[in-house]
């Protein structure tokens, strides 16, 4: 079992920046992915972001390349996305998950999912 407990989610207006933090307990993360995900009211769950544990590769969608950045601490157990330019479109919950299979960008492919927390972006 992995235990994944976001935080770092807020208010900001267009422009401004946040950094989501995703602290991970359980089993050892050297051979998970661990991914960032996001779902705006009506909407879907769709992908943000991923990072390979042990190599520290990383994906991302292509709306959030350049304004996203994804990493990890090992000594801390914790992934981060660093989410600069946030622009109104980016206001959803945010979920990290952790998955088995580095490249996946399918909700049914993670394994573990934490809370989530809210972000909101001002116009």
């Known amino acids: 079992q992995v235990q994944l407990v976001e935080s770092g989610g807020g208010l900001v207006q267009a422009g401004g920046s946040l950094r989501l933090s995703c602290a991970a307990s359980g089993r050892t993360l050297s051979s998970y992915t661990m991914g960032w995900f996001r779902q705006a009211p009506g909407k879907e769950r769709e992908f943000v972001a991923a990072i390979n544990w042990r190599t520290e590769r990383t994906f991302s969608t292509d709306s959030v390349k350049g304004r996203f950045t994804i990493s990890r601490d090992n000594a801390k157990n914790t992934v981060y996305l660093q989410m600069n330019s946030l622009k109104p479109e980016d206001t959803a919950v945010y979920y990290c998950?952790?998955?088995?299979?580095?490249?996946?960008?399918?909700?049914?492919?993670?394994?573990?999912w934490g809370q989530g927390t809210q972000v909101t972006v001002s116009s």
């Open positions: 998950a952790a998955s088995r299979t580095y490249g996946r960008t399918r909700v049914y492919d993670y394994d573990y």
